[in-house]
């Protein structure tokens, strides 16, 4: 027991969009990187092989809510390529998120995001509308939304810069991207909001005193290492070259990491001094990675590499999960839920899991729970991947392979990477790894096979009328806006 009569600890799901495991000090990466964050690694759980299922944020994130994946919970677009199909698909499907079961089970729900539409569902709250009255409006509107803009618009224009070198780009596309600036400035007023995780921390701070004497589940979604990379100058390295756009923007992706790392520590302090970080069950994660140049992807999160999709996933309870512990096993988004719901003794009553309870690895009662992860991109190529302990396999089940963005074919169309000796990804070695590639393909599409058969199952089983999802199809055109305004240029 928690406080008096509540059964299970609170949980506080943070994803903060675009973060390579790399970038964490916990993971690899620079010392200084994410102090705050390193500390809940380094007093809990730090699986150091995880995965996400998708490299966009819709699908990915679905997959962490319900614990299956994207072709099983219907959700295969993103943004303003989500399709009635896939709306109609989801709620066929029948895939309950984990808001919904736990508000079943007496928690108040709340998330801070701006994405809504079915993640909405099972939410008291959800939403990032700064509570500020008509003062601090006014003081907001004329000392620092100018600001504001101009920082985003440089930004993108930087951006624009990179991408019309580095891409083939052509009058329609430049068009494009002059029009992706336009609508930074027109919404730049969400971004600040959005993209920023002081924001994001202080109506998290507001929820949880509201709340703090119930059961609650708190959902955060820090957007700042999302691009244009919402890096506040003190943020920047003090050595950052100069000059040079390439460098600048991946020195403001570090400083943007530093700076959500720097919310999360306001963030746990707030809990201490509330005196319920002893009763909050903290998970951090992203949705997916980054590419910041690697394979001549610039500033994007196309293509199924480590950096990409290769995750973090950290638990912290002090209580729930007393002894801190390092896990090597691979693991995937679609196992979080089940883990949840393991722990807190809620029985998953024909919510049709991809994933497992990663109990037992946490317990020491296994090594491992996958021998493969997998992995599928849609938005800007069209690619399938699959990994084991020491290589990865992808293809283009289309043949092709062909990037709407670079415009031309990353690496190939089939590749096949030696994990072991090239962790980096850059020597493709599948000519030379035929039958190895083959049988990794057809382990492949045996699961494909399996996964496909088990919707089309549940498929058959549901009756659901176009009207229940109206609501979510009316938001499609303000998200694909916000997307725009986040640097989506096509």
């Known amino acids: 027991m928690n406080k008096e009569g509540q059964e299970h600890p609170n949980i506080i799901l943070i994803v903060i969009d675009a973060l390579r495991s790399k970038n964490l000090g916990c993971y690899g990466g620079e010392s200084h990187a994410s102090p705050n964050i390193d500390m809940l690694a380094r007093n809990g759980i730090r699986f150091e092989n995880c995965y996400s299922c998708w490299n966009t944020t819709d699908q990915s994130l679905t997959s962490i809510f319900t614990g299956r994946f994207p072709r099983t919970h219907g ?167 100069r000059g040079k756009s390439i460098e600048i923007i991946a020195s403001k992706y570090k400083g943007a990491v530093n700076y959500v790392d720097n919310s999360i520590g306001i963030l746990i302090e707030f809990l201490k001094n509330h005196k319920i970080l002893e009763d909050t069950l903290i998970i951090i994660t992203s949705d997916h990675g980054e590419s910041l140049t690697e394979h001549e992807i610039y500033f994007d999160h196309h293509g199924l590499y480590e950096v990409t999709t290769h995750v973090p996933l950290i638990l912290h309870h002090p209580k729930l999960i007393p002894s801190p512990k390092r896990i090597d096993g691979i693991i995937q988004h679609v196992d979080l839920v089940p883990t949840i719901q393991d722990y807190l003794g809620i029985i998953s009553d024909n919510q049709g899991f991809d994933g497992v309870s990663l109990k037992p690895l946490i317990e020491g009662e296994a090594k491992n729970i996958r021998k493969y992860a997998f992995f599928e991109e849609s938005y800007v190529q069209r690619k399938i991947g699959w990994r084991n302990e020491t290589h990865k396999y992808i293809y283009a089940p289309d043949g092709v392979g062909m990037c709407n963005y670079c415009q031309k074919i990353h690496a190939g169309v089939e590749e096949l990477y030696d994990l072991e000796i090239d962790p980096g990804e850059t020597d493709n070695v599948i000519s030379e790894n035929r039958m190895l590639a083959d049988r990794m393909k057809g382990e492949l599409e045996s699961l494909l096979h399996k996964l496909n058969t088990k919707k089309q199952q549940r498929l058959e089983n549901k009756n659901v009328t176009d009207a229940e999802d109206l609501q979510d199809l009316s938001d499609q055109k303000k998200i694909k806006k916000k997307l725009r305004s986040l640097g989506y240029m096509d």
């Open 75 to 241: 959700i295969i677009h993103h943004g303003d390529r989500v399709t009635r199909e896939d709306l109609l698909t989801f709620r066929k499907l029948n895939a309950k998120t984990l808001a919904e079961v736990l508000r079943k089970k007496g928690f108040r729900t709340f998330a801070v995001d701006w994405m809504g539409r079915w993640f909405r569902r099972g939410f008291d709250f959800y939403g990032y509308e700064p509570d500020r009255n008509i003062w601090q409006k006014l003081f907001y509107t004329i000392g620092t939304l100018p600001y504001v803009h101009i920082r985003y618009m440089i930004a993108h224009i930087s951006l624009l810069k990179i991408y019309s070198k580095k891409r083939k780009t052509s009058i329609s596309s430049m068009w494009k991207g002059l029009k992706g600036v336009w609508n930074t400035f027109r919404f730049t007023f969400e971004l600040a909001r959005v993209q920023d995780a002081g924001n994001v921390t202080k109506l998290a701070q507001k929820i949880i005193e509201k709340s703090k004497e119930d059961n609650f589940f708190l959902f955060l979604h820090y957007w700042d290492t999302h691009t244009p990379y919402n890096c506040p100058k003190k943020y920047m390295d003090r050595d950052k070259p």
